[in-house]
């Protein structure tokens, strides 16, 4: 009975994959996979090559953060607004000032990856376009799906902190979580794929204090709980002050990896995780006792192939979710400032 049931959702995902493929090339057709075929033919090498060495590298926890800069640029518009610093606004506020921002290390890798891609092809690239399609190397390079791009994108003038309050904490609910991926046209089986995102990495203890103290969560199984007391101090993490016990290896007590076997590989892991209790933050948790997610919690833990056809599909997705084109926005010469700075 099982086994007829996951091989259904098979047949369903694969469906709603498809579809939303067809319609993402017809709603962007702006956008093409051989946009700089003339301009930058060796873009796209480039970027694999440059990531491939970040990952090679003791560095390679940045290849991590890759997929995470990634998704929250996408989530405002596939346009590097996420890179943009607050000194570019009258307000002095931008994404990069927002809570979701926490834990977001290094993202000048970006510009690192623009500035060799422009030694080849001034001024061709967009930031935009570099940030997707480092997000996709990244996931590649980990053991994730191979992410065909369409690009063209270009980048945005604007940045607004309000805007990227709106991505899930750590303790989003099931409806929190579907409420912010529906209006950027994803489905459920698409939204808990992207969760897969979490299968490599780490959670900062601040993300997940609160399943802790004043007592524990009782989702939490006891052995699990006891190892995520053991790297989160009981004097409750900030943001700006992470390592409140000011304790030698302060790494140990504000961190804790999200899949322990294979943190640095793009698998589904996660998934299983999540079965057994495991899920370190309450959004990742959740989603094994809401009958709208569990079924595909349950596919992806048991076939890895589904799960990383939905991932690309959800990616190219987002990728393409409301891109600036044609004389829209600019190409920016830094990613982290406009041109007119």
């Not at 090498?45 to 060495?53: A, E, G, L, P, W």
């Not at 945005?156 to 750590?170: G, V």
């Not at 897969?196 to 052995?223: E, I, M, Q």
């Not at 094994?288 to 349950?298: A, E, F, G, H, S």
């Amino acid at each position: 009975m099982a086994n007829s049931r996951v091989g259904a959702l098979v047949s369903v995902v694969v469906l709603v994959w498809a579809m939303s493929s067809l319609n993402m090339a017809e709603a962007n057709y702006n956008l093409s996979a051989d946009f700089y075929a003339k301009s930058c033919p060796q873009y796209e090498q480039i970027i694999y090559s440059y990531v491939n060495k970040l990952y090679n590298s003791p560095k390679n926890n940045t290849v991590i953060s890759m997929i995470r800069w990634a998704f929250h640029d996408f989530v405002n518009g596939a346009d590097a607004s996420f890179l943009l610093r607050s000194d570019n606004f009258p307000s002095n506020t931008s994404e990069k000032d927002s809570i979701s921002q926490v834990g977001m290390r290094n993202s000048k890798y970006v510009n690192d990856i623009k500035v060799v891609v422009d030694s080849y092809c001034p001024g061709v690239i967009s930031c935009a376009d570099t940030l997707a399609v480092a997000g996709a190397a990244a996931v590649q390079i980990m053991g994730g799906p191979t992410i065909p791009l369409k690009v063209g994108r270009r980048d945005s003038r604007i940045s607004l902190k309000s805007s990227a309050d709106l991505i899930p904490r750590s303790n989003a609910t099931v409806d929190q979580l579907l409420a912010f991926f529906t209006p950027l046209g994803l489905t459920t089986a698409e939204a808990v794929a992207m969760m897969g995102g979490h299968s490599v990495g780490r959670a900062h203890c601040v993300s997940f204090w609160k399943r802790l103290y004043p007592t524990a969560d009782p989702h939490l199984t006891a052995t699990f709980a006891a190892k995520l007391y053991d790297r989160c101090p009981k004097i409750q993490p900030t943001p700006g002050n992470p390592n409140p016990l000011n304790v030698t290896n302060p790494i140990h007590y504000t961190y804790i990896r999200n899949d322990p076997y294979s943190p640095l590989t793009m698998d589904n892991h996660y998934y299983q995780e999540l079965l057994k209790r495991h899920g370190v933050m309450t959004v990742d948790d959740n989603l094994i006792w809401d009958n709208r997610t569990l079924p595909y919690v349950q596919l992806y833990a048991q076939d890895a192939n589904v799960w990383k056809k939905t991932f690309m599909g959800a990616y190219q997705k987002l990728s393409e979710f409301k891109v600036l084109t044609g004389t829209q926005g600019e190409i920016r010469k830094k990613c982290t400032l406009l041109n007119k700075i």
